[in-house]
């Protein structure tokens, strides 16, 4: 995932929402989900935040990019490296263990450096590791290639939020999110589609070696355009951030039902998708469906253009009715959960075209659900807290999708390529996030409400 992969877009200005209660910028997420007017201190948007938003986003599309590509070169990749189906998921896993690690770190240096610095750094790493893996000629080089690939790629998305916040009003922040969520599938189909074609077309190290020419582009751009917010909207600047402090902040978002809430949502819903998209659903549709490569790259772009569909609706939805936000998650997770069950289970050796067609169109929700998590933490969260607490929210995905990667490799070997079992993983995971999302989801609602009706006092009591 992720996502990418929300929105931390609560943040609207750092000098208006600074107080360490949380109250300012709770109350503007929470008011501006319900279609409220902008508030005062809101960014300005328009032309200029579009511009320099679209900046940052061209970052994320690239990253998702390097990110998915093995997805459609995996068969590849155990042809070139000789490995088995466990050691090929290590790769991905891999590269999603860096991710997830650094989503923390990566939150507390958004908050700290701004949003210019931190993508600075991802897009030199992630192109680093896209050449890497171009001329990598062992597993052991390929490895680490993706390792740092995965740590630029964990820099793209907690700071895009984070720049949709500084340009956009907070009534934007779930279409703005869902939007940059898009973009990046957009991303995941230029490699099932492009990246497909050049590695047929050229072979392994010109597919990825000129692939990697889009970093160096969107770095370009970023040095010479990006800026972190428009003027007048600077943030107050942060105490110094020792390790108390660090401790602190972790401390505080962790401790907000809205951003455990979030991480769960994120967890539950992003990986089946991820999964399918990452590494395993071309070789589940070739090996275990007897499809050709092309029809498999095919169902692939579905998934892709599903989720770029059903994003902008659930984007608009969550927007206008903010209490649709876990419907629309739990309503994925079922959805999900049912295609899944009744393509391993179908009779007969394979799943018909129709089937499969439908599985892709539903694991298309997946991405879009998994960005309402952001919306939970966000409510929850201070403008100065934000990066935080969407690292956390980030992990859950991508935590849940490691380990899916890591058991259906495993099971792959241990039972002959049985897919049928290696994927019932996916069941396994869903039901302890959907445990952990119905055990929380009281306590968040009741610390939101408390959020809005003390802002809202505030308010009343703030000169104009």
């Known amino acids: 995932m992720s996502s990418g992969p929300g929105s931390s877009s609560g943040s609207s ?27 005062p201190g809101d960014p300005p948007g328009g032309r200029r935040a579009v511009a320099v938003w679209s900046i940052g986003v061209a970052v994320y599309f690239v990253a998702v990019i390097f990110r998915t590509s093995l997805g459609v070169a995996g068969l590849d990749a155990a042809e070139r490296f000789h490995v088995s189906a466990s050691a ?100 995941n189909l230029v490699s099932t589609l492009v990246l497909t074609r050049l590695l047929r077309g050229f072979g ?27 003027e007048g909207h600077e943030p107050e600047p942060l105490p110094h951030q020792g390790a108390a402090y660090v401790r602190r902040q972790i401390l505080a978002a962790w401790r907000e039902p809205g951003t455990r809430l979030g991480m769960w949502v994120h967890f539950t819903t992003q990986f089946p998708a991820m999964v399918f ?18 029809t498999a790259g095919e169902l692939l772009t579905l998934v892709v253009l599903s989720n770029m569909g059903i994003g902008l609706v659930y984007g608009q939805i969550v927007a206008r009715h903010h209490t649709a936000r876990l419907p629309l998650a739990l309503g994925t997770v079922a959805a999900t959960a049912t295609l899944w069950a009744a393509t391993l289970v179908y009779p007969g050796q394979r799943a018909p075209m129709w ?19 952001f919306d939970f933490a966000r409510p929850a969260n201070p403008a100065e807290r934000q990066g935080t607490a ?15 990667l890591f058991a259906i490799g495993v099971l792959l ?52």
């Open 413 to 464: 070997d241990a039972t002959g390529d049985d897919y049928g079992v290696a994927f019932s993983t996916v069941f396994v995971l869903q039901a302890v996030g959907v445990s952990q999302i119905l055990r929380l989801r009281k306590r968040a609602a009741r610390r939101e409400r408390e959020r809005l009706v003390a802002s809202r006092v505030e308010a009343v009591h703030v000169p104009a």
């Open 390 to 404: 969407s690292g956390i929210t980030n992990m859950g995905g991508f935590v849940a999708s490691m380990t899916t």
């Open 88 to 187: 090929l998921s290590t790769f991905s896993i891999l590269q999603l263990l860096v991710y997830a690690g650094m989503q923390i770190p990566v939150g507390l240096l958004v908050d700290r450096l701004g949003t210019k610095k931190v993508l600075g750094m991802g897009v030199v790493l992630f192109t680093a590791g896209q050449l890497g893996f171009a001329f990598s000629a062992s597993y052991g080089t390929a490895l680490a290639s993706r390792a740092l690939l995965g740590c630029g790629d964990a820099m793209t998305f907690i700071s895009v939020l984070r720049l949709g916040s500084r340009w956009f009003p907070v009534r934007r922040g779930p279409l703005v999110a869902q939007l940059a969520g898009l973009v990046g599938m957009a991303g």
């Open 277 to 294: 998209l990452l590494l395993w659903g071309l070789p589940f549709l070739v090996e275990a469906e007897g499809l050709s490569r092309a």
């Open 13 to 39: 200005s750092g000098h208006s929402s600074g107080s360490s209660s949380g109250s300012s910028g709770s109350s503007r997420s929470s008011s501006g989900a319900r279609g409220a007017v902008g508030l």
């Open 355 to 373: 089937l499969l067609v439908v599985l892709c169109l539903v694991l298309g929700a997946c991405g879009p659900a998994s960005m309402i998590g």
């Open 204 to 230: 392994w190290t010109p597919a990825f070696a000129g692939s990697a020419l889009a970093g160096a582009l969107v770095l370009v751009l970023l040095v010479l355009f990006l800026r972190d917010h428009p």
